[in-house]
């Protein structure tokens, strides 16, 4: 368990790798960030799953122990990133959440990572707390179910989130390569998304 | 002698369900469930859990809402609840009892209420599993009159609508009251509904087989149950939709 001090750090030390970002600017209250929950990643570091604010994000759900799915996931948002021309690719994240908590521990996570060949300054591999995956699950419109032999069927898709975790964008992953038009929305999302979050939005109680 | 008197009295003890802290202990069994996906012969093994005796009711909710002011009418986001959420408990002409369940939450609403009393919404096969039993059998749903009786689920008529209606076998009361009950794994009951009629290309967005069935036809509880909650969104809510919490055994 990570100490309440440590996590503190970490958000800080999050917040100030993303400068010109207004963080404290109150969340949409559609945005996925709107959950409580919390996440850690291959490094072994704990993170509320709102500390992703800031940064154009792909999001998708997978777990390591899959042989088909999965791998194409990781492989249609490798694609993705490498289409992007290098500004964009560095305004975009990338953040896979596992919906197997249990088997998918950090070590597992860096071994995916590092089988993969993730550029993991853009890449983050989560693991949610066992109680968070089904509400991840919801937040994203991403169905999973258990099977009895230890893997799950689960729906495939690269999800673009705007910096305030508002759904963007989805698209089904059915290959290598991730479908052109997901492309074009993702290059004209980023090219539209100015350096200095924008304050058009008026001020709302919808954050917590 | 005293060691055997004592022996007795503590097996004694054990026969009725017991009940703490408003939850009943739901032995572990097989149900054979009138749900099916694509490949399964529908047999679900359910393991020893806890289940709440009755459904979440109005004063709990409010209870829990005083303490997480996130989760009040007011403050909860768009993302978590829909224009609807508590709508009944704002209005004081229409309030309901407060012992009667609580309606007009959603599936987040209930998750976070059962996470807060360190519990969670009870599985589909779970509550499919205490929902076949009525009060003196554990699998009912052989009897056609009882199984007619299921028909009004959702509705004033239903046969557990008063809340001193008699438990099952379990000690588990309102099954098959007014109120239809959110689980936690709704999302999976969705099986193929946007994927009718879908090509070998759309198989792909699963890693496997998925098609959702009907083993029996005439289960009307769970038909009308799956019907329903496979038409909702986590943040819906509605006025005959509540909820009740279980417990995994350590």
Known sequence: MTSPMHKVCVAALLAMSMPAVAMDAPLPGDSVYQLDAHVTDQEARFHAWRSLRGKPTIVSMFYGNCHLMCPMIIASGKALQYRLDPAQREGLAFAMISIDPARDTPDALRDVARMHRLDTTHWRLLRPEAADVRSLAAALGIRYRAQPDGTFNHTSVLILLDRDGRIVARSQVTGLQPDPQFIATVREHLSGTPAVASRSTPPSKDSP | ?250
């Open chain 2, 1 to 250: 002698m005293l060691a055997h008197v004592f022996i007795a009295a503590s097996l004694l003890a054990a026969t009725p369900p017991a009940v703490s802290d408003g939850f009943v202990q739901i032995p572990s069994g097989e149900i054979r469930s009138t749900v099916r996906y694509e490949g399964d012969d529908g047999k679900r093994r359910v393991a020893t859990f806890a289940m709440s005796a009755r459904a979440v009711t109005v004063r709990e909710f409010a209870h829990f809402v005083r303490a997480h002011p996130q989760w009040s009418r007011g403050r909860v986001p768009a993302l978590l609840a829909d224009s609807g959420y508590l709508s009944n408990l704002s209005d004081a002409g229409t309030a309901p009892h407060a012992d009667a369940p609580v309606t007009h939450v959603s599936w987040y609403a209930a998750d976070a209420y059962c996470k807060s009393i360190g519990a969670r919404l009870p599985d589909w096969a779970e509550w499919e599993y205490v929902a076949a039993s009525d009060s003196t059998r554990t699998d009912a749903r052989g009897d056609a009159t009882w199984r007619a009786r299921t028909f009004d689920d959702g509705t004033p008529r239903a046969m557990d609508a008063r809340t001193d209606a008699a438990a099952n076998a379990y000690g588990v009361s309102g099954m098959h009251g007014t109120a239809w009950e959110w689980v936690g794994d709704y999302a999976t009951l969705l099986g193929d509904a946007d994927k009718r009629g879908s090509d070998d290309g759309d198989r792909l967005q699963f890693c496997g087989a998925t098609g959702l069935s009907f083993a029996n036809r005439d289960d009307y509880a769970t038909l009308k149950r799956v019907a329903l909650l496979s038409a909702m969104e986590p943040r819906s809510t509605l006025g005959n939709l509540s909820f009740r919490c279980a417990r995994s055994s350590p």
